[in-house]
């Protein structure tokens, strides 16, 4: 009759309708790459800029790498690379990696030549137009250099399958992050990083397709 529902297991055409099938749900893990920056010294707090010079932590620096520490404690890494800084060796130790971290100078901070100590204002006085993480430093390293460097370590992330950690400075760990998401390495200039501050590169959904999963967290 017009309007009669036939129940979908008794119409022929079709077959009977079995039972819902749950789909569990499938999470792809996916490598990941903790960048630590390192904690407060004398020059990031007063806005000189530190390339090569080995500026050791303040009292709050060193806290705020126990703070990392105590961030990063439940998670399991399959390597640790650390800047040949003292900056960022303390950090590492502070947070409790150094056992297992490996020295890497591709790691090591932008060397800024004759803008080394100098802040930006100073830099300024000399020339206006100066930028950083866009223009070269001179008696330096310029910024084809430091991207040079970025990228043979993200060549060696590519090939991981797991969780790294990585600590370093400021400056390149910008240009790092800019390079890993595959844009120009002036890009990191848009990426603002705290002293003692954790963040997580990774990839969303496919290893072909990199990203950022979190950004200049600063530990409580």
Request: charged content about 25%; overall charge neutral; aromatic content about 6%.
């Amino acid at each position: 009759m017009p309007g009669t529902r036939i129940p979908l297991e008794e119409r022929g055409d079709i077959g009977p309708i079995p039972n819902p099938v749950k789909l569990a749900r499938v999470t792809l893990h996916l490598p990941e790459v903790y960048l630590v920056r390192h904690g407060q010294t004398a020059w990031s707090l007063s806005g000189q800029h530190t390339g090569r010079s080995d500026i050791p932590l303040t009292r709050v620096g060193e806290e705020s790498a126990i703070r990392v520490g105590h961030r990063l404690a439940s998670l399991t890494f399959a390597r640790v690379f650390c800047s040949p800084s003292q900056r960022a060796r303390r950090t590492c130790e502070l947070a409790g990696l150094a056992n297992m971290a490996h020295i890497d100078p591709d790691l090591a901070e932008w060397d800024y030549g004759d803008y080394e100590g100098l802040t930006t204002a100073e830099i300024h006085a000399r020339d206006p137009n100066w930028r950083r993480l866009r223009d070269d430093a001179p008696g330096g390293e310029t910024l084809a250099d430091v991207s040079a460097r970025a990228d043979r370590v993200v060549s060696r992330l590519r090939a991981a399958a797991d969780k790294t950690a990585l600590f370093s400075s400021g400056h390149f760990l910008r240009v790092l992050a800019a390079r890993w998401l595959m844009a120009d390495a002036a890009a990191g200039a848009w990426l603002v990083l705290g002293t003692g501050s954790v963040s997580v590169l990774g990839y969303e959904h496919a290893l072909d397709s990199p990203a950022i999963l979190l950004w200049n967290e600063q530990p409580g």
